[in-house]
C-alpha cells in the first residue's frame, strides 16, 4: 500500500496551499483517508478525513471553517485545501488510510498506512 502526499510549501500567514494524496488503487477503496500533521516536539493529530464515499468528512475543531478535505475515488486521490493559514499551522502533514468506522477516528493507531508527509511551513 502506497499513499504519496505532496503540495506542501512554505506560505505566508493568511495564504493557501492544497496538499494531495495520491493512492495505489488497491488501497483506496472502501477505506478512510485522513489527513493529520505533527509540529516537532509535539504529538500527530488528527486534522480531517473521510469515509471511502466522502459522505462523511469530519474536521479537526482546529481547522474547522479554514479547511476543506475532498476526495476523487477515480484518481485515488485526496485533497486538502487550507485557506487563512496560520503560523500554528506549521508542520508536516501526512495522510494515512484506515478501516472505516463510524465516527471516524482520530487516533492515528487505528490507521495502518501512511504517507511520507509534506512540510508546511507558514510564516507570519
Known amino acids: 500500500v502506497q499513499l504519496q502526499a505532496s503540495g506542501g510549501g512554505l506560505v505566508q500567514a493568511g495564504g493557501s496551499l492544497r496538499l494531495s494524496c495520491a493512492a495505489a488503487?488497491?488501497?483506496?477503496?472502501?477505506?478512510?483517508l485522513s489527513w493529520f500533521r505533527q509540529a516537532p516536539g509535539k504529538e500527530r493529530e488528527f486534522v480531517a478525513g473521510s469515509n471511502w464515499s466522502g459522505e462523511f468528512i469530519d474536521y479537526a475543531a482546529a481547522v474547522k471553517g479554514r479547511v476543506t478535505f475532498s476526495r476523487d475515488n477515480a484518481k485515488n486521490t485526496a485533497y486538502l485545501h487550507m485557506n487563512d493559514l496560520k503560523p500554528d499551522d506549521t508542520a508536516v502533514y501526512y495522510c494515512?488510510?484506515?478501516?472505516?468506522?463510524?465516527?471516524?477516528?482520530?487516533?492515528?493507531?487505528?490507521?495502518?498506512?501512511w504517507g511520507q508527509g509534506t512540510q508546511v511551513t507558514v510564516s507570519s
Open positions: 494515512a488510510e484506515g478501516i472505516w468506522q463510524q465516527p471516524l477516528s482520530h487516533s492515528p493507531g487505528q490507521y495502518n498506512y
Open positions: 488503487e488497491s488501497a483506496f477503496g472502501g477505506y478512510a
